[in-house]
């Protein structure tokens, strides 16, 4: 690579590295507020809030990576153009072709970070995040371990804890159970203790009180205890957790054994096609949308009104190919043969890059085949 194209590669990088930052920043945040909100609702300590965000970077990460990557390509080519060094470059020689191999360049750099994304950070973050998900959603003892609330942990329970001394003991205890509607009861105690029996977790209530309503009669009967265990393990139904999604699958096992990650996800072959090589497409875009981004801003001259129209242009072509990606999604996911219709967005691409590239190549011939069309339509 030349000075030239090492300067311009330079100037992509850091730009992209600064809409990435705010991009992900505000992807990041939108997230965040509401897993803090429902992680410590649930009782749950700050460092689960810090390793669910971590899980989730990286989906967030490849979601913002294209635009990421058609801003700072916007960005860059842009302040050349204004600085006027790309017309120098163009005054020595440099031809659009030649001009876009920095950008082609920075295009490959980003569409192998979302590889490293898709194929292998992607998939084993997100069948983690499951993972974590149902485990903390399993851990009824941190649900309930929450001073001065009324908590609902499950359908029909209510649970209220006044005070929880150092040592453990729970102070002032309130349990209503309601889930037989016919028979609500009612449980009090001045002390309790949650007490692991095997794979279970009772609550152990001393000195209290028990309050039972027959719906029927309208009677209410109390019992007093001196103590009395309740397992609250069975509030919380515990399955397995299913990790064979196909999101989740490696990009191995759905090229080379695409039948197993079948059998094991319940997938269609269609939706293991869809997810293989919409992993490879991802990529691709990335660099279509860098040398879009490049090869409109080329076109027209110079204005006082800016560049805003190529620039507009540019996001249009941009959003008809991601239109066109979604409008192929449906048949491959019915029909998995059809796979290679995930790549025509990206033909679609590579031929407006080109056509691009040729008028920017040939400046006026643009405005004069309007111009010959114009006046053969006035002459008829």
Known sequence: MTRFDRYMLSQLMVMFGFFALVLVSIFWINRAVRMFDKLIGDG????????????????????TLPIATFASSVFVTNRLSTESELTVMQATGYSPWRLIRPVFVYGVIIAAMMSLLTHVLVPASQSQLKLRRAEISQNITAKLLTEGE???????????????????????????????????????????????EGDGTKLVMVAGLAQNLRRDGNRLFT??????????????????????????????DLVLRPDEVMKRSGATYGNVMYELHSRFTQALICI?????????????????????????????????IKMIEGAVAGPVLKNGTMWPLMYFPVLVGIITTIVLLFWSSRPGALKRLVFRR???GEAT
């Open 44 to 63: 749950q300590p700050a460092w689960i809030f810090l390793e669910f965000t971590a899980l989730t970077l990286p989906a967030v990460i490849s979601a």
């Open 150 to 196: 009324f908590l609902h942990p499950a359908p029909g329970i209510t649970f209220y804890i006044r005070d929880i001394t150092p040592e453990g003991e729970l102070r002032n205890v309130f349990l209503s159970d309601r889930r037989n509607a016919d028979v609500p009861v009612t449980y009090s105690s001045t002390q309790a203790y949650l007490v692991q």
């Open 223 to 252: 019992t007093h205890f001196d103590d009395f265990s309740y397992d609250i393990s069975s509030l919380i139904t515990k399955g397995p957790t299913n990790l064979d999604n196909v999101q989740f699958a490696t990009t191995p």
């Open 288 to 320: 279509l949308a860098a040398m879009i981004g490049f090869a409109t801003l080329l076109l027209g001259t110079y204005s006082r009104f800016g560049v805003w129209w190529q620039i507009l242009t540019a996001f249009v072509l941009l959003v008809g």
């Open 374 to 376: 114009f006046t053969a």
